[in-house]
C-alpha cells in the first residue's frame, strides 16, 4: 500500500502580514509565527519523505536481501529518523495535534523506546515461533506496548532493531546479516514480512500527521493556529523550544548516564544516539534562526532573534556550542556508561547537558521579557525506567503462570503469512 501525500497549501504572503498587525502583534512577531509554520511544514513534509524513502528501500531489501542491499536501506533508516527528530522543536499541543480515529497520538508509535529484543526475537518471540499470530497490519498494531512498555512492535526502533539486531560491542552497533532474512524458514519469512509492513504502518502514521498539520494551519486566516492570540502563539513556542532542550538533556544526556544508567540508551542497535542529539539541537536552531542551519557556522542572526534582543548571541552560541560538543563525542553509549565520571569525555557530556539546559533558561528568560510565557516548565515523558519495566515484567510472567493472561492475546489465526 502506498500513501500520496498532496501538496502541502502554500503559506500566505508576507507582505499579507502588514495588513494583520494589530495593537498586540508586532511586524517582526508575525514575521516569526510565519517562519514557525513554514518551517513546520517543510519539516513535517521531509520527515514524511525520508520514512516513505525508507519503506522503500525496505522493499528493496526485502525482494533481494544481502549485505549491498542492508547497508542502504540503514542508510535510509539514519536519514528518516534525523529528519524525524528535527520534529521536536515543533511539538506543543498547538503544534503537533495529530491524533488517529481511537484518539491516539502516532508519536507513542512512531519513537516507542526501549524495545526488549526477546519480545521480537526470544525463545517466544513474536517473529522466532511458530506462533497462532500472523503478521500482519493489524497484529503489529494489536501487540505494540499491549502488556509492558518495551514491547514494541511498530515505529523507528522496532525497524531499527530488525535492521540491526543486538548491538554486542562497545564500540560497534549491532551486526545483524543479511542471511537473517534470507530463505522461507520461519524466522526468516517473519523477518521479512514484519519489517515491510513496519515501514508501511511508519509512513502511514507520518502521513497522518502530515495530513492533519496540513489541514490544521493551511493558507486561511481562519484556521486556528492564525487565530491564536499573540500571547498563545510566542508562549507555546518558547515553552515548547525551552522544554525540547531540557527533554535533550535528560533523555540523551542525564538519564543513559544517571542511576539508570544504560537502561535507555536512545537508538542503541544502530549506536546513532548522538546523530539524534544533534538533529534535535539543530531543530531548536532552525526555529530561532528561522532557516535551517547547514553546517555549525550558519547560526547567524534571523529569524527569531530580533525578539530576543540582547540574549540572541548569547543563546546562538550555546546551541552552536551545543551542537559542536556532541559531533566530537564517541559514537559509544555503552563505553561512556561504563566510563569514570571524571574522564574527560563524561565530563564534556556533563557540560553539553547543562549548556541545553542553560538554553532553555534563556529562551524562558526570553518569554518573561516578551510578557508571554506563563506556561509552567513543561514536563516531557521520558521512556520508563528498568525497575517499572521489571515490575510489569515479573506482573505480566505472573498472570501468565497463573493461567490469566494467555503469551500473546492477538487473535487465534493460525495462517502465518504476511497479509496487509
Not at 513496519?198 to 502514521?205: P, W
Request: proline share 4%.
Amino acid at each position: 500500500m502506498r500513501f500520496i501525500l498532496p501538496c502541502f497549501a502554500a503559506l500566505v504572503s508576507l507582505a499579507s502580514c502588514s495588513s494583520q498587525i494589530t495593537s498586540d502583534w508586532t511586524e517582526s512577531e508575525l514575521l516569526f509565527r510565519e517562519s514557525c509554520l513554514s518551517l513546520a511544514q517543510k519539516d513535517h513534509q521531509n520527515a514524511w519523505a525520508a520514512a516513505t524513502a525508507l519503506r522503500d528501500s525496505i522493499s528493496t531489501f526485502a525482494a533481494q536481501p544481502d549485505e549491498a542491499t542492508l547497508a542502504e536501506t540503514r542508510k535510509a533508516w539514519r536519514s528518516a529518523h534525523v529528519s524525524w527528530m528535527r520534529l521536536h522543536a515543533h511539538g506543543g499541543p498547538d503544534f503537533l495535534p495529530c491524533q488517529d480515529a481511537q484518539g491516539q497520538v502516532p508519536a507513542n508509535r512512531i519513537a516507542a523506546e526501549p524495545v526488549s529484543e526477546s519480545f521480537l526475537e526470544g525463545e517466544q518471540g513474536l517473529l522466532t515461533t511458530d506462533a497462532v499470530i500472523k503478521i500482519n497490519r493489524d497484529s503489529l498494531r494489536k501487540a505494540h506496548r499491549l502488556y509492558a512498555p518495551d514491547e514494541v512492535s511498530t515505529g523507528f526502533h522496532a525497524i531499527e532493531f530488525l535492521l540491526w539486531g543486538t548491538d554486542h560491542d562497545l564500540d560497534h552497533p549491532g551486526t545483524r546479516a543479511a542471511a537473517d532474512f534470507v530463505g522461507e524458514s520461519l524466522a526468516a519469512s517473519r523477518r521479512r514480512a514484519a519489517l515491510i509492513i513496519a515501514s508501511r504502518l511508519l509512513v502511514e502514521d507520518l502521513t497522518l500527521c502530515a495530513h492533519q498539520w496540513s489541514a490544521f494551519q493551511a493558507d486561511n486566516e481562519n484556521t486556528r493556529l492564525r487565530r491564536l492570540s499573540r500571547k498563545e502563539f510566542l508562549g507555546d513556542r518558547l515553552d515548547t523550544l525551552a522544554a525540547t532542550c531540557d527533554q535533550l538533556a535528560v533523555h540523551y544526556l542525564e538519564h543513559p548516564f544517571g542511576k539508570q544508567a544504560g537502561v535507555n540508551e536512545p537508538s542503541r542497535f544502530s549506536d546513532t544516539g548522538f546523530d539524534d542529539l544533534r538533529a534535535g539541537i539543530r531543530g531548536v536552531a532552525s526555529v530561532i534562526t528561522g532557516r535551517w542551519p547547514e553546517v555549525a557556522s550558519d547560526y547567524r542572526q534571523g529569524g527569531f532573534n530580533s525578539l530576543l534582543g540582547g540574549q540572541s548571541d548569547e543563546l546562538l552560541k550555546l546551541l552552536r556550542d551545543t551542537e559542536l560538543l556532541a559531533a566530537q563525542s564517541t559514537p559509544s553509549y555503552e563505553r561512556l556508561v561504563l566510563a569514570p565520571a571524571a574522564e574527560a569525555e563524561r565530563q564534556r557530556l556533563t557540560k553539553l547537558a547543562a549548556d541545553l539546559h542553560q538554553c532553555a533558561s534563556l529562551i524562558r528568560d526570553a518569554g518573561k521579557k516578551l510578557a508571554v510565557s506563563t506556561a509552567p516548565v513543561r514536563t516531557l515523558p521520558v521512556p520508563g525506567t528498568l525497575k517499572a519495566l521489571d515490575a510489569e515484567k515479573r506482573s505480566r510472567d505472573a498472570a501468565i503462570e497463573a493461567g490469566k493472561m494467555p503469551s500473546h492475546v492477538l487473535g487465534n489465526q493460525t495462517n502465518t503469512q504476511s497479509t496487509y
